[in-house]
């Protein structure tokens, strides 16, 4: 889904776009790909992927597979297989992920935690439990 | 047998001559049936429920939009509905203006309806519901003071613009695609050319002081309102260049 610039290669293919005009509040949870461009209170969780564009400003705890951030962010990011941060990013909160890419520019304040294998192994039988669960 | 229901407008004059049209195509094609027309009767569903009664299985709107949405909140609030559902299909042949309905069923214009009542090709189609009305395509209020509460969370939507609840797309050149097969709604906010968003949603309601939201171009709704979709709940008669899968 994400191209080596941190850009979007399939914006129309997300399940959920929330675009610069609008403002989010509460829990939001989605099964695909969610690209925030606007504002997010609350939590944003979703078995697929992130894209936080560099308009937006975040302030949630995000939980996804994938995310990739160019905006502002307060709060706490665990992308459990790759986080990729760009170079427009300001990031207030404790970051986890299986991988991580950093781009010279980025403004992180927190704790950087990389997650176990074995962690990553029970986090990916977790998400093929819930997807078999919603697929019935 | 089919059972053609003309609108009240059509009893204008200058309707005569396409209403002449259909009717000697539909003879053409062996299509011909019971006409009823809506300026007589008082009670649709009634009139609706006796004919599922009597062996009745196409319904054909004969009209616009506002037709078919009167035929199918006929139809679906009969009390045999639900026993006939699989069996009721229902047809449009649009007549003047209004007719988005029909342009998402892949039907232009009179001639090219009866060829596709004739081709009888059969979609399951979802029916979206909001304050007690029922809707094909989609529910638009302006965007500006509108909030949109889903599951959990909720939506404020600060610029001018437009916010397009669809069921069932009516416009090919929408950025967006919708499949009214899911069970699903697709909200829309459009706020200027590159400030798009879109999201799916079983449910949605609606907050806006200043604005109404008007289902199907016809019909205006206060808000707050809930909106809903019942799925598969339409069969129904569309052409081969219908805008859906």
Redesign the interface.
Known sequence: MFSKDNKLEKF?D????????????????GQGDIVIE?FLE?SLKTLASVFIGNQAKIAANIEAKDAIVNGEVHGNIKAKNYLAIGNTAKIFGDLQYGEISIEKGAVINGQLLMLSEDHKKNEKLKDEKIENSVEK | MHVYIYDDYLNNSRYNKIINRIEIRLTDLGLNGKIIRLSGIKNIKGAIQNEIKLGSKTFIAVGNNQTVNKIIGAIINSDIYSDFQKKTLLGIIPVGSDNSIAASFGIKNEEEACNILLARRVEEIDLGLVAGHYFLNQAVIQ?SGTVLEL?????????R?EVKIINLLSDKNE?IKSNPHDGLLDVF?K??KK??????TKTIKIFNAKHKLIIDNIIEIETPTELSVMKNKINAIVGKNRMFE
């Open positions: 129309k997300a399940e959920t776009i929330i675009g610069s005009s609008i403002k989010v509040k509460g829990n939001f949870q606007g609350g | 965007s599951n959990g969370y909720s939506l404020e939507v600060s610029d613009g950025t906010i706020t200027g400030n798009e968003s879109f999201l799916k």
